[in-house]
T-cell receptor, first 112, second 115 residues
Framework: KQEVTQIPAALSVPEGENLVLNCSFT??????LQWFRQDPGKGLTSLLL?????REQTSGRLNASLDKSSGRSTLYIAASQPGDSATYLC???????????FGTGTLLAVQP | EAGVAQSPRYKIIEKRQSVAFWCNPI?????LYWYQQILGQGPKLLIQ????????DSQLPKDRFSAERLKGVDSTLKIQPAKLEDSAVYLC?????????????FGPGTRLTVL
């Protein structure tokens, strides 16, 4: 059974700081891995999708890396802004049917 | 493009009562998902539909939960009877094909409180 752990559980940083969120998973036989953002009272928004054949993906100030063999992924946020404050969830994908196994998330607060 | 719609947004019931949630996916999306998110945890997939057929319901507590997708479009998730541990946010999501690398689009969720 896939277990997904995210560290740290919560993080508070001053505006402008670069930061790294960590995700580890127990079963390396995944298809892809996605990072999501969740704002309070709202649904999830997909940020980045890393295919199993890729090692990283970039979108604006976000960069996600994937090391399947070690069961790890990181999300790097450059020059953080207060608008980045949210919960960030990683989700490895099992099988070919788009089934996502979510971690417990990292609650990020960026202080102005 | 309209997003995934869910109703109601909030629901408070007493244990042993019944409750139903409704989801309208993005137009043209073949795949629909229902997730349960308990406070402090990540979402857990309850059931996945491809058009109006079930792809995965391995984590759906079938003794009390049921779901259907009418004509491959809207979907309803029902709990009967509810237990205290069913208190959670129920998220609906849809994707175009349901195949690997497909983006899932989430609705705002329904927050259920069971007293």
């Amino acid at each position: 059974k896939q277990e997904v752990t995210q560290i740290p559980a919560a993080l508070s940083v001053p505006e402008g700081e670069n930061l790294v969120l960590n995700c580890s998973f127990t079963d390396s036989a995944i298809y892809n891995l996605q990072w999501f953002r969740q704002d309070p009272g709202k649904g999830l928004t997909s940020l980045l999708l890393i295919q199993s054949s890729q090692r990283e993906q970039t979108s604006g100030r976000l960069n996600a890396s994937l090391d399947k063999s070690s069961g790890r992924s990181t999300l790097y946020i450059a020059a953080s802004q207060p608008g980045d404050s949210a919960t960030y969830l990683c989700a490895p994908e099992e099988g070919a049917t788009n089934k996502l196994i979510f971690g417990t998330g990292t609650l990020l607060a960026v202080q102005p | 493009e309209a997003g995934v719609a869910q109703s109601p947004r909030y629901k408070i019931i007493e244990k042993r009562q019944s409750v139903a949630f409704w989801c309208n996916p993005i137009s043209g999306h073949a795949t629909l998902y229902w997730y349960q998110q308990i406070l402090g945890q990540g979402p857990k997939l309850l059931i996945q539909f491809q058009n109006n057929g079930v792809v995965d319901d391995s984590q759906l507590p079938k003794d009390r939960f049921s779901a259907e997708r009418l004509k491959g479009v809207d979907s309803t998730l029902k709990i009967q009877p509810a237990k205290l541990e069913d208190s959670a946010v129920y998220l609906c999501a849809s994707s175009l094909t349901g195949f690997s690398t497909d983006t899932q689009y989430f609705g705002p969720g329904t927050r259920l409180t069971v007293l």
